[in-house]
């Protein structure tokens, strides 16, 4: 790890004004990407904003209407116990239970993951997949204009996401086939029937671009939501990744597989 | 069989340390002022330096010195030394290439060592690394097993024109040729013995400490066998005569081999000690390990079984090519030569037999010995043929094994083995009645009914463990005695130490041979405690590697409590006013036969060093004793493994549904412990099988040099295990132990491979079967398309 300086703002201004006025600043939530890089000296910020003295302001989970709002710095552990989540979507609080490993899952936040939007990230499925809203500390960003390729979104400088909103959907699954190695999602699909019956079909971990929605898949389950309805689907291996632990035909079979079980569970 | 002797599950005494967190490794030790060491390495594959321009790096805050190979070339520092000759079928001695600590001239690997930084602190060091300046001219890099020989452009080492090491054969050619010609039969096949990173739990360090004041130099290091590393920096690498080196390995925390050899990272640190004048510190990063441990095996094999029209094996040839890697380490080459053509013979009485090794250079870390080292390599060729050639024959596999196995002892094989004792068919017929054979069929349809597919595959291995005598290694080539030490020192007390120069790194030999003198003595095992890893309390030993500690090493501990029993006798008749030949000694007793007089083990320690009841003239005082132990045979543990997958058709995913181990360690000291090792083993076996895929690219960079990308067994990758044992007493040692730290990793990759290709119906996949190489074979197999 390299030198940096190190800054505990106690308000959004403060913390988007020391990440602004610091060219290679970085925001740090729960560290749980963003610290291993640095222990690698991959990643070498000049300053790291940690946000954890907004915690209790930007941490929660609470149910408004027809929606869930969690708090950026909610962080994994208590999304995936969350009773409110649980009774809303599990699907959302299922996922979380499943990123990373345990230690993970006690420091690293849903608003990290999002903002960070590594490809191999689950959060980016589900968010593109319900329709999620990245409520900012300046204004309001729908998941559809939200991920902007691997590692990008549409985050401006010192940009601050403060909460996520996610619509109650009908029903929705998740699978996803873990790297053997790294155990992040090698191909993690979400499906979701949404309340006003739009299906979404989004691909995490497989994509050379990042997350993206399958639409051959959604068509199918469109006219019928089942496992069954996914039997003659197939997604195509273009723009898939291909690395030494899958190839892209692999992984667009996997989608498939991925796919119908996702479907199942949400049927369940 | 007393509650802690000989035979009792005794509770590790060692792990309350290791699970408590108050274990002493290397990374523990902190010297008065010392600084810390950063090497530089390599980024390339092969490369000349050019110029090395280390001024800015020495300007850097903290920075004590910044050294390089042409610093020890000037200090007259050698090489570091493979101290196992082999010679090529045509007479020649390999070809061995220089291997300085620090590259001088050329780097050969990904992780090669540049230059070493020390400085006040480790970042600090490290920040310094990066003001280095080499100037390199890449060469094309040799990566390929099978094409090293082939690959063109300049060689990995000048003496090495084609990149070959040697040319090793063994075995009677002509006989084996006439079996060929007259077989029935030929099942041929081509391997890949997939290379793998030790990944130990504690990473390699090492503190280098010198002693102004006496010229003495002590080194801390992540050491199996600190003698051996304080016989090579002396001998061979010059850093000081043995009398002014000591060398300490403590707690260590894992070694699979991989700690067996002596590295350039503690080679630095003792040297640069006397040269900065202050300790010096080096603790490896896990990349480091990745990139710099020796890797293991690394084979690429064609081999062929030749069987008559009665289903006997009459013939076995095999040609392995096997990957060295840049530089030869310690014992790189008795790895795929000594300690893997004698064992191709497998449980089998095949008459004729002949191997051919041909050992290459490459740009690639340097491959040693790791848990197996050799024989998991030949289990792997004659399990995978023995079962190719069963479904080929149309014969059970189960039975064409038992066949085929040796069943008269002693057993002299054509490729030098001769197995003492064992009983193959008791091993196999426990495994097939735990594992529940006959009822495979219907789990199979079960599984079928889910839309699974389900396998089960074999494994009869056999291994030669507790490598000796030292006048026959020493005939095949080894640069030392594979023998071991043992000193019994008897305190006033009653109490007893006992110095090994085996050493544990996990194997609880501070359980196992205490059981030993406890269960001998007929003291509390409480009252024992073992010494080891410290040079200057323990005077020699050979260390811990090869299954050997139990047969050769506790084997020496009996000598000397042998010895100390005769003492002590004595000692009792002087004070029980009895003649020597009157004492009877059991349980912790000495008797004098017939009467009720007697004196109990720690009295007579007291009178051994009081003295007053015997003559100094005709009895020395005190109670200690040491031996020297040099066996006569190698043992051969044997057993048979069955595993049982199942596979997932749609995914590609491997579980392995049971597992069934029925080894024959002879005589088992704990048999708590040796289950410990069997589980360890199958784990490492079994990452070998599905999990453990070493990849560098064609330029040399290693794709897997993170856990992102090398994937180790985890406690959810396996079922509970049925480990069962056989006996047939060693006839060898004492004790009539054979050994078992290294049967696991031996059996298992050779029973996954079975149970897949069972399930899958067909003959042929690589290791490691991981999840897309099985959907892969699947789409390959059109039998099993039809089925679905």
Same mark, same amino acid.
């Given at each position: 790890?390299?030198?940096?300086?190190?800054?505990?703002?106690?308000?959004?201004?403060?913390?988007?004004?020391?990440?602004?006025?610091?060219?290679?600043?970085?925001?740090?939530?729960?560290?749980?990407?963003?610290?291993?890089?640095?222990?690698?000296?991959?990643?070498?910020?000049? $300053?790291?904003?940690?946000?954890?003295?907004?915690?209790?302001?930007?941490?929660?989970?609470?149910?408004?209407?027809?929606?869930?709002?969690?708090?950026?710095?909610?962080?994994?552990?208590?999304?995936?116990?969350?009773?409110?989540?649980?009774?809303?979507?599990?699907?959302?609080?299922?996922?979380?239970?499943?990123?990373?490993?345990?230690?993970?899952?006690?420091?690293?936040?849903?608003?990290?993951?999002?903002?960070?939007?590594?490809?191999?990230?689950?959060?980016?499925?589900?968010?593109?997949?319900?329709?999620?809203?990245?409520?900012?500390?300046?204004?309001?960003?729908?998941? $559809?204009?939200?991920?902007?390729?691997?590692?990008?979104?549409?985050?401006?400088?010192?940009?601050?996401?403060?909460?996520?909103?996610?619509?109650?959907?009908?029903?929705?699954?998740?699978?996803?086939?873990?790297?053997?190695?790294?155990?992040?999602?090698?191909?993690?699909?979400?499906?979701?029937?949404?309340?006003?019956?739009?299906?979404?079909?989004?691909?995490?971990?497989?994509?050379?671009?990042?997350?993206?929605?399958?639409? $051959?898949?959604?068509?199918?389950?469109?006219?019928?939501?089942?496992?069954?309805?996914?039997?003659?689907?197939?997604?195509?291996?273009?723009?898939?990744?291909?690395?030494?632990?899958?190839?892209?035909?692999?992984?667009?079979?996997?989608?498939?597989?991925?796919?119908?079980?996702?479907?199942?569970?949400?049927?369940? | 069989?007393?509650?802690?002797?000989?035979?009792?599950?005794?509770?590790?005494?060692?792990?309350?340390?290791?699970?408590?967190?108050?274990?002493?490794?290397?990374?523990?030790?902190?010297?008065?002022?010392?600084?810390?060491?950063?090497?530089?390495?390599?980024?390339?594959?092969?490369?000349?330096?050019?110029?090395?321009?280390?001024?800015?790096?020495?300007?850097?805050?903290?920075?004590?010195?910044?050294y390089t190979g042409q610093h020890l070339a000037d200090d007259k520092v050698g090489g570091l030394i493979c101290g196992w000759m082999i010679h090529?079928?045509?007479?020649?001695?390999?070809?061995?290439?220089?291997?300085?600590?620090?590259?001088?001239?050329?780097?050969?690997?990904?992780?090669?060592?540049?230059?070493?930084?020390?400085?006040?602190?480790?970042?600090?060091?490290?920040?310094?690394?990066?003001?280095?300046?080499?100037?390199?001219?890449?060469?094309?890099?040799?990566?390929?097993?099978?094409?090293?020989?082939?690959?063109?452009?300049?060689?990995?080492?000048?003496?090495?024109?084609?990149?070959?090491?040697?040319?090793?054969?063994?075995?009677?050619?002509?006989?084996?040729?006439?079996?060929?010609?007259?077989?029935?039969?030929?099942?041929?096949?081509?391997?890949?013995?997939? %290379?793998?990173?030790?990944?130990?739990?504690?990473?390699?360090?090492?503190?280098?400490?010198?002693?102004?004041?006496?010229?003495?130099?002590?080194?801390?290091?992540?050491?199996?066998?600190?003698?051996?590393?304080?016989?090579?920096?002396?001998?061979?690498?010059?850093?000081?005569?043995? #009398?002014?080196?000591?060398?300490?390995?403590?707690?260590?925390?894992?070694?699979?081999?991989?700690?067996?050899?002596?590295?350039?990272?503690?080679?630095?640190?003792?040297?640069?000690?006397?040269?900065?004048?202050?300790?010096?510190?080096?603790?490896?990063?896990?990349?480091?390990?990745?990139?710099?441990?020796?890797?293991? %095996?690394?084979?690429?094999?064609?081999?062929?079984?030749?069987?008559?029209?009665?289903?006997?094996?009459?013939?076995?040839?095999?040609?392995?090519?096997?990957?060295?890697?840049?530089?030869?380490?310690?014992?790189?080459?008795?790895?795929?030569?000594?300690?893997?053509?004698?064992?191709?013979?497998?449980?089998?009485?095949?008459?004729?037999?002949?191997?051919?090794?041909?050992?290459?250079?490459?740009?690639?870390?340097?491959?040693?010995?790791?848990?197996?080292? +050799?024989?998991?390599?030949?289990?792997?060729?004659?399990?995978?043929?023995?079962?190719?050639?069963?479904?080929?024959? +149309?014969?059970?596999?189960?039975?064409?094994? %038992?066949?085929?196995?040796?069943?008269?002892?002693?057993?002299?094989?054509?490729?030098?083995?001769?197995?003492?004792?064992?009983?193959?068919?008791?091993?196999?017929?426990?495994?097939?009645?735990?594992?529940?054979?006959?009822?495979?069929?219907? =789990?199979?349809?079960?599984?079928?009914? =889910?839309?699974?597919?389900?396998?089960?595959?074999?494994?009869?291995?056999?291994?030669?463990?507790?490598?000796?005598?030292?006048?026959?290694?020493?005939?095949?080539?080894?640069?030392?005695?594979?023998?071991?030490?043992?000193?019994?020192?008897?305190?006033?007390?009653?109490?007893?130490?006992?110095?090994?120069?085996? #050493?544990?790194?996990?194997?609880?030999?501070?359980?196992?041979?205490?059981?030993?003198?406890?269960?001998?003595?007929?003291?509390?095992?409480?009252?024992?405690?073992?010494?080891?890893?410290?040079?200057?309390?323990?005077?020699?030993?050979?260390?811990?590697?090869?299954?050997?500690?139990?047969?050769?090493?506790?084997?020496?501990?009996?000598?000397?409590?042998?010895?100390?029993?005769?003492?002590? %006798?004595?000692?009792?008749?002087?004070?029980?006013?009895?003649?020597?030949?009157?004492?009877?000694?059991?349980?912790?007793?000495?008797?004098?036969?017939?009467?009720?007089?007697?004196?109990?083990?720690?009295?007579?320690?007291?009178?051994?060093?009081?003295?007053?009841?015997?003559?100094?003239?005709?009895?020395?005082?005190?109670?200690?004793? +040491?031996?020297?132990?040099?066996?006569?045979?190698?043992?051969?543990p044997s057993g048979v493994h069955i595993c049982e997958v199942e596979i997932d058709p749609d995914t590609g995913v491997t579980r392995i549904e =049971?597992?069934?181990?029925?080894?024959?360690?002879?005589?088992?000291?704990?048999?708590?412990?040796?289950? +410990?090792?069997? #589980?360890?083993?199958?784990?490492?076996?079994?990452?070998?099988?599905?999990?453990?895929?070493?990849?560098?690219?064609?330029?040399?960079?290693?794709?897997?040099?993170?856990?992102?990308?090398?994937?180790?067994?985890?406690?959810?990758?396996?079922?509970?295990?049925?480990?069962?044992?056989?006996?047939?007493?060693?006839?060898?040692?004492?004790?009539?132990?054979?050994?078992?730290?290294?049967?696991?990793?031996?059996?298992?990759?050779?029973?996954?491979?079975?149970?897949?290709?069972?399930?899958?119906? #067909?003959?042929?996949?690589?290791?490691?079967?991981?999840?897309?190489?099985?959907?892969?074979?699947?789409?390959?197999?059109?039998?099993?398309?039809?089925?679905?």
């Amino acid at each position: 790890m390299y030198a940096f300086n190190y800054h505990r703002p106690a308000s959004l201004a403060e913390a988007s004004a020391v990440l602004v006025a610091n060219a290679d600043a970085k925001f740090m939530a729960g560290g749980q990407t963003l610290l291993p890089a640095m222990k690698l000296r991959l990643a070498n910020p000049s $300053d790291l904003v940690d946000l954890v003295a907004l915690r209790a302001e930007l941490s929660g989970i609470r149910r408004e209407g027809d929606r869930v709002v969690i708090g950026a710095m909610t962080r994994h552990g208590e999304i995936a116990t969350s009773d409110v989540l649980l009774a809303a979507i599990p699907a959302l609080a299922g996922m979380a239970a499943i990123v990373g490993d345990p230690a993970v899952r006690s420091r690293g936040t849903m608003g990290g993951s999002l903002a960070n939007n590594d490809p191999a990230a689950d959060y980016p499925a589900a968010a593109l997949a319900l329709g999620a809203t990245i409520v900012t500390d300046r204004r309001e960003i729908a998941a $559809d204009h939200y991920f902007l390729g691997l590692f990008e979104t549409a985050l401006e400088e010192g940009e601050i996401i403060t909460a996520i909103a996610w619509p109650i959907p009908k029903r929705a699954g998740y699978e996803k086939f873990r790297n053997p190695a790294s155990r992040y999602a090698m191909v993690g699909v979400f499906v979701a029937e949404r309340a006003d019956g739009a299906v979404r079909v989004t691909v995490t971990g497989a994509g050379a671009s990042g997350v993206f929605r399958a639409t $051959d898949f959604e068509t199918a389950l469109t006219a019928d939501f089942s496992s069954a309805a996914l039997a003659g689907v197939a997604a195509s291996p273009e723009g898939l990744n291909t690395d030494i632990h899958a190839d892209a035909e692999y992984r667009a079979h996997l989608v498939g597989v991925m796919a119908r079980r996702a479907v199942a569970a949400a049927t369940a | 069989m007393s509650a802690t002797g000989i035979g009792a599950p005794v509770l590790r005494r060692e792990d309350k340390r290791y699970i408590t967190g108050k274990g002493q490794y290397v990374d523990d030790v902190n010297r008065y002022g010392q600084a810390h060491a950063f090497f530089l390495r390599s980024p390339h594959a092969h490369a000349r330096i050019l110029s090395i321009d280390t001024a800015e790096a020495e300007a850097e805050p903290g920075v004590v010195a910044v050294y390089t190979g042409q610093h020890l070339a000037d200090d007259k520092v050698g090489g570091l030394i493979c101290g196992w000759m082999i010679h090529s079928k045509d007479g020649s001695p390999m070809k061995a290439g220089p291997h300085p600590a620090l590259a001088q001239g050329k780097v050969r690997y990904v992780g090669d060592h540049v230059a070493v930084v020390i400085a006040d602190t480790y970042s600090e060091a490290k920040d310094a690394a990066e003001k280095i300046v080499v100037d390199y001219e890449v060469l094309d890099a040799v990566v390929d097993t099978a094409g090293a020989r082939t690959a063109g452009g300049e060689p990995v080492h000048e003496v090495a024109p084609d990149n070959t090491v040697f040319e090793f054969h063994l075995g009677n050619r002509e006989p084996t040729e006439a079996a060929f010609a007259r077989a029935a039969h030929v099942t041929k096949i081509d391997l890949v013995n997939n %290379r793998l990173i030790p990944n130990a739990m504690e990473p390699r360090a090492a503190v280098g400490d010198w002693d102004a004041g006496t010229d003495t130099f002590t080194l801390y290091t992540t050491s199996q066998n600190p003698h051996v590393a304080r016989l090579v920096l002396s001998a061979f690498i010059g850093i000081a005569p043995e #009398h002014k080196l000591r060398v300490i390995a403590p707690d260590v925390g894992g070694g699979f081999g991989s700690k067996i050899f002596i590295y350039a990272e503690e080679t630095v640190c003792v040297w640069a000690a006397k040269k900065v004048g202050r300790p010096v510190k080096w603790c490896a990063e896990r990349t480091e390990a990745f990139l710099s441990d020796a890797h293991g %095996r690394d084979h690429v094999t064609h081999a062929e079984l030749a069987t008559d029209a009665g289903g006997r094996v009459i013939g076995l040839k095999v040609h392995t090519v096997a990957n060295l890697g840049a530089y030869l380490s310690t014992f790189s080459s008795s790895v795929p030569t000594y300690l893997y053509a004698p064992l191709l013979s497998g449980q089998y009485d095949i008459p004729a037999i002949y191997v051919e090794v041909d050992a290459v250079y490459s740009n690639t870390a340097p491959v040693d010995a790791y848990r197996g080292a +050799g024989r998991p390599e030949a289990t792997f060729v004659i399990e995978r043929l023995m079962e190719v050639a069963a479904r080929e024959l +149309g014969k059970d596999p189960a039975e064409f094994r %038992r066949q085929n196995f040796v069943t008269s002892f002693p057993h002299q094989t054509p490729v030098i083995m001769c197995y003492d004792v064992g009983d193959y068919a008791a091993s196999l017929d426990k495994a097939l009645a735990t594992v529940d054979y006959v009822g495979f069929p219907a =789990r199979r349809a079960e599984s079928e009914r =889910r839309g699974m597919l389900r396998g089960l595959g074999f494994s009869a291995y056999i291994e030669a463990c507790g490598i000796a005598p030292s006048a026959a290694v020493g005939s095949l080539g080894a640069g030392v005695g594979l023998w071991e030490s043992a000193e019994v020192r008897v305190n006033p007390v009653g109490t007893v130490e006992v110095l090994t120069g085996s #050493h544990s790194h996990g194997q609880g030999h501070e359980t196992t041979f205490a059981q030993l003198v406890s269960d001998r003595l007929g003291i509390p095992i409480d009252n024992v405690s073992i010494v080891h890893g410290d040079t200057d309390k323990v005077q020699m030993g050979m260390g811990t590697y090869g299954s050997r500690s139990g047969a050769v090493g506790m084997s020496a501990i009996v000598k000397a409590l042998d010895k100390i029993e005769t003492k002590a %006798r004595k000692v009792a008749g002087h004070v029980l006013e009895a003649a020597e030949g009157d004492i009877e000694f059991k349980d912790g007793k000495f008797t004098v036969k017939g009467t009720d007089k007697s004196i109990d083990f720690a009295s007579v320690a007291l009178q051994a060093y009081v003295a007053h009841k015997f003559n100094g003239q005709e009895l020395e005082p005190g109670l200690k004793e +040491g031996a020297f132990y040099d066996p006569t045979n190698f043992t051969f543990p044997s057993g048979v493994h069955i595993c049982e997958v199942e596979i997932d058709p749609d995914t590609g995913v491997t579980r392995i549904e =049971r597992w069934v181990a029925v080894d024959d360690f002879g005589v088992l000291i704990n048999p708590m412990i040796v289950e +410990g090792q069997v #589980h360890g083993g199958i784990a490492q076996g079994v990452g070998q099988a599905l999990f453990e895929g070493t990849v560098y690219d064609s330029s040399g960079q290693l794709l897997t040099a993170s856990y992102m990308d090398y994937q180790m067994p985890r406690a959810y990758d396996f079922p509970r295990f049925s480990v069962e044992t056989t006996e047939t007493r060693c006839p060898s040692n004492p004790l009539g132990i054979k050994g078992c730290g290294e049967a696991g990793a031996i059996a298992a990759p050779p029973a996954v491979i079975n149970a897949i290709t069972d399930a899958l119906g #067909h003959e042929d996949i690589a290791m490691p079967a991981t999840p897309r190489a099985v959907w892969r074979a699947i789409r390959r197999t059109p039998q099993k398309m039809a089925a679905e």
